[in-house]
């Protein structure tokens, strides 16, 4: 039996039945294709222009290749969801034990309100460069308005809108390329006139890549209630995949070439200044997708703080209420979050990514090692929810151990506006820490899982 679409999703974070299992791969394409058409991905493609300082075909090229390898990670999590049928930070469990996946799924909801907050602030930026009167505060409370319904009603709302947003969104940006390209593409530098800056490609690929590797925590949330079998596991992977990079790609090269133009000026105004007449349309559209995005992340930040709240009272049932009740407290705490970051919205948005990324890498690089080196996707998943963590105990001292590993491995390498490590600065400002982690994190889980818990391990292994 299958919720209707106006009442509250009534599953949380708890295994989904056989018999609630429904919908197709394919859905999860509109899922990730319209979620990303919004302002936030606009903003962060014209990174690549503005502060990276690259040409508009080096950065578009640069911002496809950071997409298609980023992706790459985030999609396989795709699988993980049909297989198990449980959130994502449910399954953490399986790697790092039932305390040990408290402080990383903490941090996860930290990310997800995060990023709530910076689609607040630019879906009100774009509302208030049509309507010029409205206040900073009144725009913010529209979209957080726009967004309660979709992350109340949870599941089934989302997919929906998402598929709304991917008809919607999708002819906004694709206009809005056609009327960049149409109107000012001889202003367009698509080439360096002199050498190629590969500092800044470099971080214009890490930007797009990271983008990516951020929706890691989402994709089992947005598959688990997929019929699970080999098959329709693959076609996960491919569908979330391609809906995640055509779009990202489409909004990132808008965002690319719009950078081009604004010439230090704010990349909305600017997009807003280019469309004209048809400016009020496309903005809003935009910022209804905003509003969906919105929803996803309060949605999952709702399953992974009842994660969190679970492993403390496991004896308690956390049903349909308690969502409610989470899903409410977090869109106030990202409203609260966005107001405080209005008026520095770029700086405090890079720091935030630059923060969260350094502990996302490793996370995902011991999750999908696990999941398919070691187990090949084999788990109990009952044990997930037993008070002393069943098979995988409390805490697993090698994935902790790697984990932290991972995390300090990319000093040398990290470049952020707090700290740049010694490497980063010889590469001019270069981040590859991202790269460094998901190299040697892997091996090293791997060896150490074999050495101090080999009981972990499937016997069928």
């Known amino acids: 039996m299958i919720d209707s679409l106006g009442s509250p999703e009534a599953e949380t974070i708890y295994p989904i039945p056989a018999v609630r299992r429904h919908g197709r791969p394919r859905d999860l394409f509109t899922v990730w294709f319209g979620s990303n058409l919004m302002m936030l991905t606009i903003v962060t493609g014209a990174l690549s222009t503005t502060v990276f300082g690259q040409p508009l075909l080096p950065a578009v090229l640069a911002l496809l290749v950071g997409n298609l390898i980023g992706a790459i990670f985030m999609a396989l999590h795709a699988a993980q969801g049909p297989r198990l049928g449980v959130p994502q930070m449910v399954q953490t469990r399986g790697q790092f034990g039932l305390m040990g996946a408290v402080p990383v799924t903490a941090v996860i909801v930290l990310m997800y309100v995060g990023f709530a907050a910076s689609n607040l602030v630019l879906g009100a930026e774009g509302l208030q460069s049509i309507l010029p009167g409205l206040g900073r505060l009144p725009a913010i409370l529209v979209i957080q308005a726009l967004s309660i319904l979709p992350a109340i009603l949870g599941y089934r709302m989302i997919h929906v809108s998402a598929q709304v ?48 590797i951020a929706y890691a925590p989402y994709v089992s949330d947005a598959s688990r209630y997929l019929p699970s079998g080999p098959a329709g596991e693959r076609r996960a992977f491919i569908c979330c995949f391609s809906g995640s990079v055509l779009g990202s790609m ?43 995005a919105n929803a ?114 990319q000093a040398p390498f990290l470049s952020t506006a707090l700290y740049t490590g010694q490497v980063a600065r010889a590469l001019g400002g270069v981040d590859l820490s ?13 060896a150490m899982t074999r050495r101090f818990n080999p009981r972990s391990i499937p016997v069928t292994e």
């Open 250 to 292: 489409l909004p990132m090269g808008l965002g690319a070439a719009v950078g081009l133009l604004a010439t230090g000026h704010g990349i909305v105004g600017t997009l807003t200044g280019l469309l004209g007449p048809w400016a009020v349309a496309v903005l809003v559209a935009l910022s209804l997708g905003i509003a969906v």
């Open 434 to 446: 991202w790269v460094v982690s998901l190299i040697l994190t892997p091996p090293l889980y791997i």
């Open 296 to 409: 996803m992340n309060v949605y999952c930040g709702t399953l992974s703080s009842l994660t969190v709240a679970q492993t403390f009272t496991p004896d308690r049932h956390y049903g349909r209420t308690s969502r409610v009740a989470v899903t409410v407290a977090l869109l106030v705490l990202a409203f609260a979050m966005a107001t405080l970051m209005a008026n520095s919205f770029m700086i405090t948005y890079s720091e935030f990514l630059e923060l969260l990324m350094s502990v996302m890498i490793p996370w995902t690089a011991i999750n999908l090692t696990d999941y398919y080196l070691l187990h090949h996707g084999d788990y109990d998943v009952a044990s997930f929810f037993k008070r002393d963590g069943g098979r995988y105990g409390l805490y697993n001292a090698p994935a902790l151990v790697c984990y932290v590993i991972g995390i300090l491995v």
């Open 165 to 212: 947003m991917t008809l919607l969104c999708g002819i906004a940006v694709i206009f809005c390329i056609w009327r960049v390209l149409v109107l000012h593409g001889g202003e367009l530098p698509l080439l360096a006139s002199g050498p190629i800056h590969w500092t800044g490609i470099l971080r214009t690929l890490s930007t797009a890549a990271l983008w990516q």
